[in-house]
């Protein structure tokens, strides 16, 4: 099973504070990295 979920780029700080609150509502064990973020633009240019 995989999960997702959509953030917003304009308020996104890098802090990566998403992945830790996924990672703690999962119960994932400390240090399993199965979490990762993946920045995907859409859109033409300039308004990407």
């Known amino acids: 099973m995989r999960y997702g979920f959509v953030i917003d ?3 996104c700080i890098g ?3 998403c992945t830790v609150a996924c990672k703690e509502e999962n119960q994932v064990p400390l240090g399993t990295f199965r979490t ?3 920045y995907v633009e859409k859109g033409t240019w300039p308004h990407t």
């Open 9 to 11: 780029h304009r308020k």
């Open 15 to 17: 802090c990566h504070a």
């Open 36 to 38: 990762w973020v993946k």
